[in-house]
């Protein structure tokens, strides 16, 4: 099971003014974080309340079927691309990052035992989109366009241009390398793959987009360039496992979504970075990054009132942004919580050779990089605690399917608890929504004509 060391929150490593009563603060919270737990899994079979994402490890169903369309296109295809955004490409991204060997697309496809590359495209810029079509060989590519609204302008934009490319090269054969993840009967994708007849996936209901990486959302691109789907799962189940636990003392997600909270109101350090000690696990930040921002930035509790909260996420790499944001962190204002995340076993050991002995980077000879990344992880948490700045260690023992569904499935629960310490609805996004409308309006979709107007007049003094 992946750990969690937080012994640099509390006051006696980093001091009264900085660090925590953690003991005193955990038996302070007890009740209220034992009645959050017992409630979540009371509520998450119940419908509309966004909390199906607890049971995505559960589903036969879609695993089966996953599992089963794999099978079948295996070695058809020279080409995954995802056409996706946000909580439909974050989670992919993440996880085949984390997961496959490094540099998968430029492997040969011998070296991928035949599997497919795999291509997110989660942004709309002309220059990378035309790019990355100019190289696919589109004949040999399946394209699963991910959407739960069926209606994002990002991704629907990106797949009428791929759509029309693969219909003028493949004529009426074009269908079978188009499949679609959208929402299970309503939106425009659903619509548009009826009449179409593309195979489909649904995203469930009460799954928002930055908890479905375990719903076909994720699992569909992970079984299709071969990633272990067992072993993910059994990841998510154990970690479900432990934290349904009530007593904080033993819950991992607790302890951080509390401390977290605890810093940000108590002690006014509203920042969470994350930072993976390990490029596999670069884009968990990226995704955690959403998570975290947009599950818990909101501007009203649940009572009503304006609160206008929210603990800023950021993104960091060890051990490289130690020579870009460490200076800050160590020196600058003190209202983070560094998330640092380690890994125990790395695949591969990577020897320095003894060479240059006789100079000033003699001593590195012998060592190995494994020993040197850890060796930085360790050192800079220490850095940061003669500064009495916060850190947390999530120590990870190995870069695989199991740890790194117990990672994420652990960060979803460790929001949807923080989510209920602040009081918020956790599983809205209408700042999100805000902005998808003024696109519409803009772009001249039916409908949104009035906000057309009233955006147009805005835009003039914005
Ligand atoms: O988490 C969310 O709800 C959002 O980030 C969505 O995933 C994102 O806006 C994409 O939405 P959709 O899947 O409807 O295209």
Redesign the pocket.
């Known amino acids: 099971m992946i750990k969690l060391n937080y012994k640099n929150t509390d006051e006696m490593v980093i001091g009264k003014e900085n660090g925590l009563n953690i003991q005193e603060e955990f038996s302070a919270y007890k009740d209220t974080i034992a009645k959050i737990i017992a409630d979540l899994n009371k509520r998450k079979d119940k419908p509309e309340q966004w909390l199906q994402w607890m049971n995505l490890g559960y589903n036969e169903e879609t695993i089966w079927y996953v599992k089963e369309f794999a099978s079948q296109v295996k070695g058809k295809f020279e080409n995954i691309l995802v056409l ?5 490409a974050l989670g992919g991204i993440a996880v085949t990052e984390a997961l496959l060997k490094p540099y998968w697309n430029l492997l040969t496809p011998e070296q991928r035992n035949g599997l497919p590359r795999i291509f997110f495209l989660d942004n709309i810029d002309p220059d990378s989109i035309t790019g990355l079509l100019s190289i696919l060989d589109l004949k040999k590519t399946l394209v699963n366009v ?7 302008a990002e ?1 629907m934009s990106q797949f009428m241009i791929v759509k029309d490319l693969l219909e003028k090269e493949l004529g009426s054969d074009y269908r079978n390398n188009i499949v679609a993840t959208t929402d299970k009967k309503t939106g425009i994708l659903r619509q548009i793959s009826e009449q179409e007849g593309y195979k489909t996936f649904v ?1 469930p209901d009460d799954v ?5 990486v375990f719903s076909a959302v994720g699992l569909l691109p992970f079984a299709l360039v071969g990633l272990d789907i067992d072993e993910i799962i059994n990841g998510i189940k154990d970690m479900d496992l432990a934290l349904k636990n009530t007593d904080i003392n033993q819950n991992i997600a607790a302890q951080n979504a509390l401390i977290h909270y605890l810093m940000d109101t108590k002690k006014g350090k509203n920042l969470s970075v994350m930072m993976p000690y390990s490029s596999r696990l670069k884009y968990v930040s990226d995704w955690y990054v ?1 998570l975290w921002a ?1 599950s818990l930035g909101k501007n009203k509790d649940k009572d009503g009132n304006d609160v206008h909260i929210g603990p800023t996420p950021i993104k960091a790499l060890g051990a490289t942004d130690q020579h870009s944001q460490i200076q800050l962190y160590n020196e600058g204002p003190n209202d983070k919580v560094i998330n640092f995340i380690r890994v125990n076993e790395f695949d591969n050991n990577l020897e320095i050779p003894k060479i240059f002995e006789y100079t000033g980077i003699g001593y590195l000879g012998g060592k190995s990089i494994n020993q040197l990344i850890n060796a930085e992880a360790d050192s800079t948490r220490v850095a940061l605690s003669d500064y009495n700045r916060p850190t947390i260690t999530i120590t990870l023992d190995k870069v695989d399917g199991y740890n790194v569904a117990q990672l994420l499935y652990m960060l979803e629960v460790q929001t949807a608890i923080a989510g209920e310490l602040y009081n918020i609805n956790t599983f809205n ?1 209408p700042g ?1 929504e805000q902005a ?1 409308n003024y696109t519409y309006a803009l772009m001249g979709r039916a409908g949104y004509e009035e906000s057309a107007q009233a955006l147009n007049a805005k835009m003039a003094s914005v």
Do not use: A, D, P
């Not at 991910?146 to 209606?151: A, C, P």
């Open positions: 996706g955004i946000g909580g439909s991910i959407t739960k609204s069926g209606s994002t991704t995203v928002g987009g930055r908890f479905s959403q947009e996004q999100v998808k």
